[in-house]
Nanobody, 120 residues
Framework: QVQLVESGGGLVQPGGSLRLSCAAS????MGWFRQAPGKEREFVGL????????LYADSVKGRFTISRDNAKNTVYLQMNSLKPEDTAVYYC?????????????????WGQGTQVTVSS
C-alpha cells in the first residue's frame, strides 16, 4: 500500500510563504491539488518521477515551485506571494504509469491533506 504523508501547512499572512512536503513510500509521478470549501478539487502542479518535467496551473505559475528529492521520495511545494484565494486544503497525489495528468480522478493514491490559510 502506497502511503503519502504531507506536512507544512498553516496560517500565513498575504504575501507570505509556506513549503509543503509530501513523503511517499515509493517513486511516482506526483501531483499537487487543492480544494477550497464548496469548490471542486483543482490542479496546482505536477512533477514527473524522472526527467523533472513540471507543469503548473496558471493561477500559481510564477509563485509556486515544485521540486523533488528522489533519494528521499519526497516532493515539495514552495508557495510564495500567497493570496487569500490560495486558502484551501492541499493534497499531494501519486500516479502510476508514464502519462502525466492534471485530472484528480486519474491519480492512484492521495495524501491526507494539509490546511493552508492565507489571512491577515
Amino acid at each position: 500500500q502506497v502511503q503519502l504523508v504531507e506536512s507544512g501547512g498553516g496560517l500565513v499572512q498575504p504575501g507570505g510563504s509556506l513549503r509543503l512536503s509530501c513523503a511517499a513510500s515509493g517513486s511516482y509521478n506526483m501531483g499537487w491539488f487543492r480544494q477550497a470549501p464548496g469548490k471542486e478539487r483543482e490542479f496546482v502542479g505536477l512533477i514527473r518521477r524522472i526527467g523533472y518535467n513540471i507543469l503548473y496551473a496558471d493561477s500559481v505559475k510564477g509563485r509556486f515551485t515544485i521540486s523533488r528529492d528522489n533519494a528521499k521520495n519526497t516532493v515539495y511545494l514552495q508557495m510564495n506571494s500567497l493570496k487569500p484565494e490560495d486558502t484551501a486544503v492541499y493534497y499531494c497525489a501519486a500516479k502510476s504509469g508514464l502519462v502525466l495528468s492534471t485530472v484528480p480522478s486519474e491519480y492512484d493514491y492521495w495524501g491526507q491533506g494539509t490546511q493552508v490559510t492565507v489571512s491577515s
